[in-house]
């Protein structure tokens, strides 16, 4: 799985982009690592006292500062802060469709990285509260899906999501995850989710335009 992963990722050639005026912009690490027939995906768990999302599971990453070159580098130096993965524990591979999620203003690049073993994780307690690793295959397995409601403004909202030794794996970060399974691996895993909470791929096209 992983070497046809690999090679498949070269559909989504691995640039270093600027981020867009006038929008706050993000980018993530969606790292791999392990055998070749076992992949995994490196996921956190952020603090469960952080006023934005406590407690739902994340890829590594952040907001651009100033001080960063590109948002590649964003994306290196929040895992190194958050996780302390050192970038030259990291091969880039791939930049993968940028997005807004949730409806935000936020514009997110997912770069993927291939992480060398063996990991040693040092958590940054006051934005992390957990660091794991979940196999690519738990993705694959359509069956083990479930959905969930959440109260927005006076009515219920479903969505999908993936439970992994006591996470849940849904949101922004659940779909980039099955995109890249989809994209490269030809998963076919279909998620019904509610037409405002899609992943805006169409951002990829406007920040294409505007770089």
């Known amino acids: 799985m992983f070497a046809d992963l690999l090679e498949q990722l070269q559909r989504f050639p691995l640039t270093t982009p600027q981020p867009q005026p006038a929008l706050r912009n993000a980018a993530v690490l969606v790292g791999l690592h392990g055998s070749a ?32 070159s590109d948002l590649l580098a964003t994306a290196l130096r929040e895992t190194w802060e958050e996780i302390g993965l050192v970038a030259e ?8 469709p940028v997005a807004t ?41 359509v069956e083990r899906y479930r959905y ?22 849904w949101g922004f970060t659940l779909q980039v995850i099955i995109e890249l399974l989809n994209d490269c691996l030809g998963a076919g895993i279909a998620l019904r989710y509610p037409a405002e909470y899609q992943r805006d791929r169409s951002a990829q096209i406007r920040a294409d335009l505007a770089g």
């Open 89 to 96: 524990q990291i091969e880039p591979l791939a930049t993968l």
């Open 101 to 141: 999620p949730k409806r935000s203003d936020v514009l997110v690049t997912p770069f993927v990285g291939r992480v060398a073993e063996p990991l040693q994780f040092t958590l940054e307690a006051s934005e992390i509260g957990a660091v794991f690793s979940v196999p690519l295959a738990e993705f694959m397995a």
């Open 37 to 68: 027939a076992q992949p995994q995906v490196i996921l956190t768990e952020r603090a469960a006292h952080l006023k934005s999302h406590p407690g739902e599971v994340a890829f590594p990453g952040g907001m651009f500062e100033r001080g960063d």
């Open 148 to 169: 969930f409601s959440i109260d927005v403004r006076g009515r219920p909202i479903e969505f999908p999501y993936l439970e992994y030794r006591g996470y849940r794996i």
